[in-house]
């Protein structure tokens, strides 16, 4: 998936960075499946949160966003990944900053317009880029899923 920033992320929140709302959001696009929103640690200072991706991120895949440029972004994102859009009417930019502040994620946006928490969810887009597979009713990454369970529906 993307294991760097994702890992290097998990370290510092284990580190203990602090508690409250993330400032930062790492937006990484390595993967043609998916694109990945992950909240920086609270308190966690732009300076190292740069460095970190700059050590781990392959190089233009990754950067650092203002947390309240997310809705943007990702709408913007959107449009970028999505190839075949299978949950026509789904509001991206809104659907991940509800699904952020909700549960921190990380959540990606599928190339099919699938959303994606879950390292299932992740498997499933990369097995239904591969393969163009179209939509089943029980698709894991089906936006509806998520939206309904953190709330956000």
Known sequence: MVRGVMLAIGLALLAG?????STFVVVEAKDPAFTVFTPSPPNMS???LRRIVAESA???????ILRDELEA???DEAGRVI???DYPGTRYGSA?????R?????WGITWNGGIALTRNDYDDARKTHETRTPPDRQSPTAPAAHLVAVGCS
């Open 17 to 21: 960075c602090g508690e409250g709302r």
């Open 46 to 48: 732009e300076t190292l």
């Open 58 to 64: 392959e190089p233009g895949k990754a950067r650092v």
């Open 73 to 75: 972004v990702a709408q």
């Open 83 to 85: 190839v075949r859009a």
């Open 96 to 100: 991940i900053a509800c699904l952020m």
């Open 102 to 106: 909700k549960a921190p994620g990380p």
